[in-house]
């Protein structure tokens, strides 16, 4: 494909075939809810045991999986610590166009409980750690605590500028293993000539065999994508487009690269209506005694200019669909989920030393030091880079 349109020539008789096949293959099993660290002796995966966390935060393990295939959990919390959200009422959408960069502040629902800050943005990147972020607003960030009555429940949300700020898309070293790639093809890493305009990296999706949602890296194609896919398409003229597939499906000669989540938490600027009804199990669910520790997504506002990173702690799928629309976003997916998948990393070079991460959005949130520069990831990812 350059990438993703030179394989859609090259297949145009069979493209219609492979997503039928992707989509027969997983109807008759829903995805698993689990997304669960490479196994070793001590459960963690071998990203997990050189495990460096940001400054002023601690190292951790890898987040324990519920019983039964539920997703990660705190067990200390109280098991009906978000049943609020379930009755809470829907905030209305706020009345945001897109295209303002920084966005304008977060005006909370009337029953949030803000904490000082709540819905202000401010800018991330620290020019001291020799951050390229700092050196125009390219990223922004803000925290949102969207319902009263659990104190848990927290958004935490970055916001890029993607007239300034271009996003690529990395299959990592298990989904090439997965998809049975031949070796040699790139994965893992930011590719060496674009490093020195590297801004900051974010989570990709489930894995693969978790419902096998499309996921096209450039001339790599893992999987193919489904119609039920809510799908984050990266355009080669630099455009990024977030939408269901059956919307996009059209433009597919024009798509550089794509990655698929269950369906869309917001289309259109609406909820999707299965999560007003507090159904969630097409994104991974919960446990009925246990809340869900962390849970990643991203939006995308009207003009397609400003794209939202969106980490909850306590937050079911609705509540992370409800923070993204009064940040201003039109649509959302999920992406992937627990404790130690969930990361959006800023890189810098401090005091002269080599690439490597330096500040993370929130605190504890699991990294390797020179991970995506040297240390290949198992799992895709997406980075940003400032644009040429």
Same mark, same amino acid.
């Not at 259109?268 to 520790?293: C, E, F, I, S, Y």
């Given at each position: 494909?350059?990438?993703?349109?030179?394989?859609?020539?090259?297949?145009? +008789?069979? $493209?219609?075939?492979?997503?039928?096949? %992707?989509? #027969?293959?997983?109807? *008759?099993? &829903? @995805?698993?809810? !689990?997304?669960?660290?490479?196994?070793?002796?001590?459960?963690?995966?071998?990203?997990?045991?050189?495990?460096?966390?940001?400054?002023?935060?601690?190292?951790?393990?890898?987040?324990?999986?519920?019983?039964?295939?539920?997703?990660?959990?705190?067990?200390?919390?109280?098991?009906?610590?978000?049943?609020?959200?379930?009755?809470?009422?829907?905030?209305?959408?706020?009345?945001?166009?897109?295209?303002?960069?920084?966005?304008?502040?977060?005006?909370?629902?009337?029953?949030?409980?803000?904490?000082?800050?709540? +819905?202000? $943005?401010?800018?991330?990147?620290?020019? %001291?750690? #020799?951050?390229?972020? *700092?050196? &125009? @607003?390219?990223? !922004?960030?803000?925290?949102?605590?969207?319902?009263?009555?659990?104190?848990?429940?927290?958004?935490?949300?970055?916001?890029?500028?993607?007239?300034?700020?271009?996003?690529?898309?990395?299959?990592?070293?298990?989904?090439?293993?997965?998809?049975?790639?031949?070796?040699?093809?790139?994965?893992?890493?930011?590719?060496?000539?674009?490093?020195?305009?590297?801004?900051?990296?974010?989570?990709?999706?489930?894995?693969?065999?978790?419902?096998?949602?499309?996921?096209?890296?450039?001339?790599?194609?893992?999987?193919?994508?489904?119609?039920?896919?809510?799908?984050?398409?990266?355009?080669?003229?630099?455009?990024?487009?977030?939408?269901?597939?059956?919307?996009?499906?059209?433009?597919?000669?024009?798509?550089?690269?794509?990655?698929?989540?269950?369906?869309?938490?917001?289309?259109?600027?609406?909820?999707?209506?299965?999560?007003?009804?507090?159904?969630?199990?097409?994104?991974?669910?919960?446990?009925?005694?246990?809340?869900?520790?962390?849970?990643?997504?991203?939006?995308?506002?009207?003009?397609?200019?400003?794209?939202?990173?969106?980490?909850?702690?306590?937050?079911?799928?609705?509540?992370?669909?409800?923070?993204?629309?009064?940040?201003?976003?039109?649509?959302?997916?999920?992406?992937?989920?627990?404790?130690?998948?969930?990361?959006?990393?800023?890189?810098?070079?401090?005091?002269?030393?080599?690439?490597?991460?330096?500040?993370?959005?929130?605190?504890?949130?699991?990294?390797?030091?020179?991970?995506?520069?040297?240390?290949?990831?198992?799992?895709?990812?997406?980075?940003?880079?400032?644009?040429?």
């Amino acid at each position: 494909m350059r990438g993703f349109a030179m394989a859609s020539h090259l297949a145009r +008789g069979t $493209w219609s075939g492979l997503v039928a096949l %992707a989509t #027969g293959v997983v109807t *008759a099993c &829903a @995805p698993s809810s !689990v997304q669960s660290p490479p196994a070793s002796a001590n459960g963690a995966g071998a990203e997990a045991r050189a495990v460096l966390s940001a400054p002023g935060s601690s190292s951790g393990v890898a987040e324990p999986v519920a019983p039964g295939g539920a997703t990660s959990v705190e067990s200390a919390r109280p098991a009906n610590e978000g049943a609020v959200a379930e009755t809470a009422p829907e905030p209305p959408a706020p009345a945001v166009a897109g295209g303002t960069f920084p966005p304008v502040r977060v005006a909370l629902p009337t029953n949030a409980a803000p904490a000082e800050g709540d +819905g202000e $943005w401010l800018p991330f990147g620290n020019a %001291a750690l #020799g951050e390229r972020a *700092a050196t &125009a @607003p390219f990223i !922004v960030r803000t925290v949102l605590h969207p319902l009263r009555g659990s104190r848990f429940l927290t958004v935490t949300i970055a916001a890029v500028d993607l007239s300034r700020v271009n996003v690529r898309l990395v299959p990592g070293t298990e989904d090439m293993l997965w998809a049975k790639r031949p070796p040699g093809e790139p994965s893992g890493v930011v590719p060496a000539p674009e490093q020195e305009r590297l801004l900051a990296v974010m989570n990709g999706g489930f894995q693969p065999k978790h419902g096998r949602w499309g996921l096209v890296a450039g001339p790599v194609v893992i999987t193919p994508p489904r119609d039920e896919g809510c799908t984050l398409a990266l355009l080669r003229d630099g455009t990024v487009r977030l939408a269901p597939w059956p919307k996009l499906a059209a433009a597919q000669d024009r798509i550089e690269s794509l990655r698929q989540t269950p369906p869309c938490l917001l289309e259109d600027g609406a909820v999707h209506p299965a999560l007003l009804r507090n159904d969630d199990k097409r994104w991974a669910g919960h446990a009925a005694d246990l809340q869900t520790r962390r849970r990643s997504a991203v939006g995308l506002d009207a003009s397609g200019r400003v794209l939202f990173y969106a980490i909850g702690e306590e937050a079911a799928p609705r509540w992370l669909a409800e923070a993204l629309r009064l940040a201003g976003a039109r649509s959302a997916a999920e992406l992937d989920i627990n404790w130690y998948w969930t990361r959006f990393l800023v890189f810098g070079k401090p005091s002269g030393d080599p690439l490597q991460v330096t500040s993370t959005l929130i605190p504890k949130m699991e990294h390797l030091k020179r991970g995506y520069v040297e240390r290949p990831s198992t799992r895709d990812f997406f980075y940003f880079v400032e644009r040429q």
